[in-house]
């Protein structure tokens, strides 16, 4: 045997071949699609047998076995019979090589769904705002005022703002100061460090949110409003030629990639929560269609794979707010941390500690039940003076074509503690909620619920409620809905209503309902109609008008422009007559002027449209102000961290203006400010009858020229000469064979794009 292992090493190498094979230049076509590339060069071997280059099988995709068969000045080859599955066709005459490839035999894909989103966010330029609300009241012959201001300044360094509520009655005076918060974002991290008053985050099921003052840094997705949150999908299929493939969820397209021929997928498929079905599309240039579909249930107790969400904060917790400054008491810490480690699991663990040794710590999880439902499980523990405490609890929300369900049920024993618990309360001892909602024909919807909290206190009694609603579309959008909710616990009150909403325009809404209540002490019916029309996003008016069947009334009117929102209230109930009258607007400070603006909460933009006043500007097509007589107007109510459309009107421009762009985009920073200057120039135009010092006409055909500009204007019969691209002072060099005068004259614009100036007279210059 040993003799022949030379000869068996041998032929286990590529052929190195003595007799090259025959050189074919041929056209190329794959599956039926013509390929785009140019000729190529194969061989030929006497037994017909072709043989592709290494590079000319990569050109089309396919896969390379695992050695050459033969080698060939240097260059590999292999024989189309070493491709499993390969068929082909060879013309002689045209020398066109038809190709039929399996889709496993090329090299697989893979894409991502979704692209990589960088925040745009404009640096904010220091602002200054103050939001008020104004109110006063006149009832029972007293009169009551009050006011709510909102301090803030706004820049590169973050948010800050301080809330005050001062009232002023027959019964004294007072002033509250609400919360003092600095803010600074961090979009790159998706994070957020709070300074001075806050709201701690409580663990997920278990926990209690508190007030604070103190420091908070904490995850923040709204300063990248692109990012998905959910565990995403994946799909996977082949393509025998290049095709398209299009990914629906719930019908709606939310990806369109072009793959090669061969195996690919796709991965990052955005999903949303609740039940959905995705459907893939694999069209071919022939329009021939693959459909897969699968079912996918999304739930917002689970977050993608990888993804952190997470709060950290220290301080003291605050008491009495809103009917105390700076009450402040216990110190304490608190921390949370949730991940999605898997599709099929996202964990959660989070602690708290207080002053004096008391200090909780639970985790919790959500797992997805099939592919309809998700199960989430909280454990908790905690050390307090009166000892060692625990909870349990879990949950379940499954959601199945029409049908909806969820279920949570959570006990503690007597010792358990957690963040916010005076020294009296403790936690109750069972909570448990239940509903059920279905889907029915007509757009028609049933609610059932169970909600069961039960105390350790003696004189508190347990709480049991059932309630079930159903709600309807009639004709012409009119909704209809029946409502009942029944206590099972002590009196075992009853209420029961029904409503019907009538809708009056985009705008406007009635309605009527009826509502019975029925106790140990009797039973009573309340029917109410009211008519209502909101305010729009703009200048306008709304109303609100609401009869009850006992004779009270309310009514109000507000008015909203640009500059503030006004409200006019009145209230009659057994014969007393109430009203009250309000304010609430804003005034800022940016980019070196002081403005007046509705309330604003969110971020905004200064629009800038230099010299022109009274110019539209919209906001997502909407109008959202008028410029000033500078060309400034405030745009309130922008999206942070998202684009939003600003567009000028360019019916409001005069004809000689020149316009740039009529449409920019505004990515503000939370809270803050972005300037917004639309590139609008006029190109002033004018018209005179030109004389030289002797008082005769300048010749026509002689040549004008504005300082500073090679633009050449002619002079026409009688002196006539038009100039374009004039300023507020212009000197004008004319030039008439060899001669040559000077014309000088200022000019004001107008609403007439081009005025006349009369009779102008050039003087003589030395040549």
Same mark, same amino acid.
């Given at each position: ?72 000045? =240097?260059?590999?080859?292999? @024989? +189309?019979? %070493? ?9 002689? /005459? &045209? *020398?066109? #090589? ?73 019964? =004294?005076?007072?002033?509250? @100061? +609400?919360? %003092? ?9 998706? /994070? &957020? *460090?709070? #300074? ?572």
């Amino acid at each position: 045997m040993l003799l022949f292992a030379p000869l068996l090493a041998q032929t286990a190498q590529p052929e190195v071949s003595n007799d090259p094979p025959e050189e074919l230049i041929v056209q190329i076509s794959v599956n039926g699609i013509q390929q785009r590339d140019d000729a190529q060069v194969i061989l030929r071997e006497k037994n017909n047998t072709l043989l592709f280059s290494a590079e000319g099988l990569r050109s089309i995709r396919v896969r390379l076995p695992s050695k050459p068969d033969l080698v060939l000045d =240097g260059v590999d080859y292999y @024989r +189309l019979t %070493s491709v499993q599955g390969f068929t082909w066709t060879l013309d002689e /005459a &045209t *020398l066109a #090589l038809a190709l039929n490839i399996p889709a496993e035999a090329f090299d697989a894909s893979a894409y991502s769904s979704q692209e990589v989103q960088k925040n745009t966010a404009t640096i904010p330029t220091w602002s200054g705002l103050l939001n008020y609300d104004l109110l006063g009241q006149h009832s029972g012959g007293q009169t009551q005022e009050a006011g709510s201001f909102e301090l803030g300044v706004s820049g590169p360094l973050g948010v800050g703002n301080t809330g005050v509520l001062m009232r002023r009655s027959q019964e =004294g005076n007072s002033t509250l @100061r +609400l919360e %003092s918060t600095w803010t600074y974002d961090r979009p790159a991290h998706i /994070a &957020t *460090l709070t #300074l001075g008053d806050s709201i701690s985050r409580s663990g997920s099921g278990w926990g209690q949110s508190v007030r604070f003052g103190g420091i908070q840094y904490a995850t923040n997705f709204a300063t990248q409003p692109g990012m998905v949150l959910l565990p995403q999908q994946s799909i996977s299929g082949s393509a025998v030629v290049p095709s398209t493939v299009d990914v629906f969820i719930n019908n709606s397209l939310v990806s369109r990639q072009p793959v090669p021929a061969g195996p690919f997928s796709i991965k990052d498929i955005p999903i949303m929560a609740g039940p959905g079905q995705m459907q893939v599309i694999v069209r071919d240039p022939l329009g021939r269609e693959q459909i897969m579909t699968t079912s996918f249930f999304g739930s917002s107790y689970l977050i993608r794979t990888g993804l952190n969400d997470y709060s950290f904060e220290a301080g003291a917790m605050r008491n009495n707010f809103g009917t105390q400054s700076n009450d402040y008491g216990d110190h304490f810490a608190s921390g949370t941390w949730r991940r999605g480690f898997t599709p099929w699991f996202t964990g959660e663990v989070h602690g708290e500690f207080a002053q004096g040794g008391n200090h909780a710590i639970g985790v919790g999880a959500a797992l997805p039940i099939a592919k309809y439902g998700v199960m989430n499980i909280t454990a908790a523990t905690s050390s307090s003076e009166r000892g060692r405490g625990a909870l349990v609890g879990i949950g379940f929300v499954q959601q199945a074509g029409s049908t909806g369900i969820s279920v949570n049920v959570q006990g503690t024993n007597a010792a358990f503690w957690r963040l916010g618990q005076t020294a009296t309360q403790s936690a109750p001892k069972l909570v448990a909620n239940a509903s059920l909602g279905i889907s029915l024909p007509y757009s028609a919807s049933l609610g059932l619920g169970y909600f069961r909290q039960d105390y350790r206190e003696v004189n508190q009694p347990a709480i049991r409620l059932a309630t079930a609603g159903l709600t309807f579309q009639l004709p012409r959008s009119i909704f209809a809905g029946l409502n009942a909710t029944q206590s099972l616990s002590g009196d075992k009150d009853l209420s029961a209503g029904l409503f019907i909403s009538i809708p009056m325009g985009p705008q406007g809404n009635t309605s009527i309902s009826a509502q019975r209540t029925q106790t140990a002490y009797g039973s009573t019916v309340t029917g109410t109609a009211s008519m209502q029309r909101s305010l729009p996003i703009g200048q306008g008016l709304g109303y609100q008008v609401q009869v009850q069947q006992d004779g009270n009334l309310q009514a109000s009117g507000t008015y909203q422009n640009n500059i503030g929102t006004y409200t006019a209230q009145l209230n009659a109930q057994q014969g007393e007559v109430a009203s009250q009258l309000s304010a609430q607007g804003s005034i800022l400070t940016t980019g070196g002027g002081f403005f007046a603006s509705r309330t604003n909460n969110d971020s905004f933009a200064l629009v800038h449209v230099p010299g022109f006043a009274k110019v539209r500007v919209y906001n997502s097509n909407q109008l959202a102000g008028m410029t000033d007589a500078k060309g400034y107007a405030i745009v309130p109510r922008l999206m942070a961290y998202q684009p939003n459309k600003l567009r000028i009107e360019e019916q409001d421009l005069p004809l000689d203006a020149q316009v740039a762009q009529l449409e920019q985009v505004a990515v503000p920073w939370y809270r803050s400010g972005v300037k917004i200057q639309f590139p609008v120039t006029r190109h002033l135009s004018t018209e005179m009858h030109v004389i030289d010092d002797q008082g005769q006409p300048i010749l026509a055909g002689a040549t004008a020229r504005i300082e500073g500009s090679a633009e050449e204007f002619v002079v026409a019969d009688n002196g006539r000469l038009y100039l374009s691209g004039i300023t507020e002072h212009n000197r004008v060099f004319i030039q008439a064979d060899e001669r040559r005068c000077l014309l000088e004259f200022s000019f004001k614009p107008s609403a007439d794009p081009l005025q006349d100036l009369g009779t102008l007279i050039c003087k003589g210059v030395n040549p």
